[in-house]
């Protein structure tokens, strides 16, 4: 379930209505009445939620899942587990973006609007705060005590800021709650949409993003810098990180503690990284991935795989270290022979 704090939600809808929705076919056997309140991941869905399944990835999940109904392609119609209703649709994950659609309209962005210096009445501003010039606080927003929030930023409906926090000018921070004695330097986008889209020869369909992000305590965001907030989980971000200026971290992305991202990295939705990882400038990690504890990736490097934890890799792809070295050294031995053998 989307958090209220963030998300207003429509419904209930009939399992008919929503398949009329997504375009999809009520599975035999289903009860077309029955009445769905919300939509939720496999894992997390209950009895009066929709889920959707898209990537054979998650088929374990799938027959695991305790969903009132979900959106599947055909082929999978037979893994489904004992008593859930089920849509069926050649494109399950577009059909799944309409339907939340219908839950969760587009009103999705949460900013305030309206004059400089609009604090809503509703919002909590903690002791001795400092509120630059031009800020915009929102509804429900909650600004701990000691905390400096800089000129022409902007703090969207329900966010929390705890104590001791500083956050820089010109910040934009939706859907987010941040811990205590927390930077976020000039210019950062916190909590914005996450990049998800169904694919389509007719366009591309927005999956809306229902998940938010949340930040620990002690951690520090450079300028520019944008975080997105989870599709359905949320993008979590662990006490003691350092996130350097341009880095982008994609939606449901989680850093466990003291993990050190440097500039111009970019990290892909859905990958988990350890506690401790340090990452190099200008990293690329591919989605759906697992970095253990401790690993190390080189600046420049592109990380396709799962990395086992105190691991180093460097490369393009990414390889253990030592064989990336390796193949520095054997390239520049064959580009010094057949240099030699041109003469």
Known sequence: ???????????????????????????????????????????AAGADELSFLNN????????????????IAPK????????????????????YGIIAHAFYSDEIDASPSGA????????????????????SIGPSAKIGDNTSIGTNTVIGRGVQIGQRGRVHANVTVTHCLIGSDCVVHTG??????????????????KIPQLGILRIGDDVDIGANTTIDRGSSTDTMIGDGC???NLVQIGHNVVLGQGCIIAGMSGISGST???DFV????????AGHLRIGDGARVAGGAGVMTDIAAGASYGGLPAVPVRDWHRQSVTLRRMIKNKGTSDE
Do not use: W
């Open 56 to 71: 054979p990835k998650y088929l374990s999940a799938f027959e695991s899942t305790r969903a009132g109904a979900c959106v």
């Open 242 to 244: 350092r996130i350097d």
């Open 116 to 135: 400089a210096d609009l604090i809503d009445p509703t919002a909590t501003i903690g002791t001795n705060c400092e509120i630059g010039p031009g800020v």
């Open 272 to 274: 988990h990284l350890g």
């Open 76 to 95: 999978h119609e037979d893994r489904a587990p004992k008593g859930i209703a089920l849509l069926i649709s050649k494109t399950p994950y577009r059909a």
């Open 1 to 43: 379930m989307a958090d209220p704090r963030f998300f207003d939600r429509l419904g209930p809808f009939t399992l008919r209505a929503l398949a009329e929705i997504g375009e999809a076919e009520i599975a035999a056997g289903a009860d077309p009445d029955r009445e769905l309140i919300d939509v939720a991941t496999l894992d």
């Open 188 to 205: 950062a986008r916190l909590g914005q949409d996450g990049f998800g889209f169904a694919p389509g020869a007719n366009g591309h369909t």
């Open 278 to 285: 340090m990452v190099g400038g200008q990293v690329g990690i």
